[in-house]
């Protein structure tokens, strides 16, 4: 049975950096793209990027707001990709979600979803 | 790029059916068969629920489905139950690893 395990909730202080992690179970990990998606308090849904978790750097993409500031990396040992955000600022509060491809090596759907792990940015 | 544009919210009665439209443009919604449509209670993490326009994962009632027209897609919720109140948003592919949201539909069962 296919699982997303996110890490737990963070709170963070403005111009800090944040690592939330996201762990994969039932399935082959590396041949499943996963997808970021934030959303802030009372907000939509907002795509971040995605990481097919082969390592082929060529299948790293980061939506074009949040580029420099994001990083998607993966260990395939645990079967675990990473989301790091830096320069963080209140409107960077939100549950960010993992999420897993539909099909091997397909990159257009979010099939199966992470828990979410909320981050809060305060002073 | 910009969201996807989806009514704020739309209403109907047990046993209706409801309509929510997803307006796009010719570079995401109106160039790509890859459509999707996610399903949000509240606090909870979003469920896939149509993809590929029309299509149902396996697991989804047949009171959900999909079309598309140009550069605005819809969701149809036939048949309406207390439980489809949530909120819906709509998701396109927009060329070279692209994706854009809609702005969500709030769901209300009268």
């Known amino acids: 049975q296919v699982r997303l395990e996110q890490s737990g909730a963070e709170v963070k202080r403005p111009g800090a950096s944040v690592r939330v992690s996201c762990k994969a179970f039932?399935?082959?990990?590396?041949?499943?793209?996963i997808h970021w998606v934030r959303q802030a308090p009372g907000q939509g849904l907002e795509w971040l990027g995605l990481i097919h978790p082969s390592g082929d750097k060529m299948k790293t993409k980061y939506a074009q707001e949040f580029q420099g500031r994001v990083t998607l990396t993966r260990d395939t040992s645990t079967s675990t990709v990473y989301m790091d955000l830096s320069s963080l600022r209140s409107e960077d509060t939100a549950v960010y979600y993992c999420a897993r491809g539909l099909f091997e090596f397909s990159y257009v759907y979010l099939h199966s979803w992470g828990q979410g792990t909320l981050v809060t940015v305060s002073s | 790029q910009s969201a996807l544009t989806q009514p704020r919210s739309v209403s109907g009665s047990p046993g209706q059916s409801v309509t929510l439209s997803c307006t796009g443009t010719?570079?995401?919604?109106?160039?790509?068969?890859?459509v999707s449509w996610y399903q949000q209670h509240p606090g909870k993490a979003p469920k896939f629920i149509i993809y590929?326009?029309?299509k149902r994962p396996s697991g989804v009632p047949a009171r959900f489905s999909g079309s598309k027209s140009g550069n605005t897609a819809s969701l149809t919720i036939s048949g309406l139950q207390a439980e489809d109140e949530a909120d819906y948003y709509c998701f396109s592919y927009a060329g070279t690893y692209t994706y854009v949201f809609g702005t969500g539909t709030k769901v209300t069962v009268l």
């Open positions: 590929d326009v029309t």
């Open positions: 039932g399935y082959v990990f590396t041949s499943y793209y």
């Open positions: 010719s570079s995401d919604v109106g160039a790509y068969e890859y």
